[in-house]
Structures are given as C-alpha cells and as structure tokens.
C-alpha cells in the first residue's frame, strides 16, 4: 500500500513542511518521533498520512508532547502495517463530537432528513476533535472525510489551506 506522509510545523507563526517517510517504524511512538524531528521547538506538529487515495490519518503533538490520532476508517489497520500501527489501537467511535450535538438540535431539523454526519461505511476512529482550536471542528473534519469524491489528498489540501499552509504541502506533492 503505497502512502504520503507530510508534516507541518509551526514556529514563530509560520509554517513549515516536510515529507515524512514511515518506513521502518515500529510502533505510533517512532511514528511521533519522526514528527518530532521534522522541527523540534515547533509549539505544533501535524502530521498527514494519505494512503492509497482511501484512508487519511491525522497525528498532532502539541509542543512536542501529547500525541493526539484522527483516522478516517478503522479498516486501515487491517489494510496494512502501517495502518495497524497509526490505527489499530484507537477505539472504534471518535470523539470530540459533544459539541456537535446542540447546534443540530437547534436548527429544528428532522433528524430523518439530514444527512449522516461520516460516510455509513467509514468508521472514522480517535479525536475528531484535534484540530477544533485550529478552525476545523469535528462534525466539520467528518464532513470533509464523507464527502463523495474526496480523497485524501483534497481533505489534507482542505485543511491546510484553513490553517494557511497549502502552498507548504502542496511543494511537497510537486517534488
């Protein structure tokens, strides 16, 4: 299964990129540790794994600590390695959706009508939530992951270009 890996770091209120490569890693801490070697006082690191157009998932160290995992589905860990290591641990249901739940309510809309919020044959799995402080809430990242004909790599573009660093992940495609 082949894979992008890009991370961006944020220091002194800019951005910086750098493909990320997986290969050889054991376990989700060699995987943060590559992140963290990408740029060690960076206050934030994102990393973006896209794999075979399918499966997307998202790992976050804050100030090089505390790592938080997003995953689009579940069934990356049983597709390959690479995804039973950044996947296979996570609880099959996300979080961070808590605060999603009112704003639906109020709108007075019929729960019969709407459309699900996550692709029914996705299980998106880990923290929808980690990067609500960043302008990207949870419902709005499952939305982006379900939307018919969105692929990884246009969810990560997505993404990026909120946080203000497209152009960065985009050279990255280009080389």
């Known amino acids: 299964m082949s894979y992008f890996a890009a991370a961006v770091a944020r220091v002194d209120g800019g ?4 493909e990320v490569n997986l290969r050889g890693v054991t376990d989700i801490d060699d995987v943060a540790e590559r992140l963290r070697d ?12 896209e794999a075979d157009d399918t499966y997307l998932v998202i790992l976050r160290l804050d100030e090089g600590e505390d790592l938080r995992v997003f995953g ?33 309510a109020a709108t007075g809309g019929d729960d ?4 699900p919020a996550v692709d029914p044959e996705a299980d998106p799995v880990g ?12 419902q709005k990242l499952l939305s982006l992951c379900a ?7 246009d969810v990560t573009a997505e993404i990026c270009q909120v946080l203000g660093c497209a152009d960065e992940v985009e050279e990255l495609r280009e080389v």
């Open 147 to 153: 939307h018919e004909g969105m692929m990884p790599a």
């Open 127 to 138: 923290d929808a939530d980690l990067l609500a402080d960043l302008g990207i809430s949870a």
């Open 72 to 104: 689009s589905d579940a069934a990356y860990a049983d597709e390959s390695r690479l995804g039973a290591l950044l996947v296979g641990d996570l609880k099959t249901s996300v979080t961070g959706l808590e605060d999603t739940e009112e704003p639906r």
């Open 15 to 18: 951005w910086t990129a750098d």
């Open 38 to 49: 990408v740029e060690p006082d960076a206050d934030l690191s994102l990393l973006f794994v």
């Open 112 to 115: 019969e009508n709407e459309q």
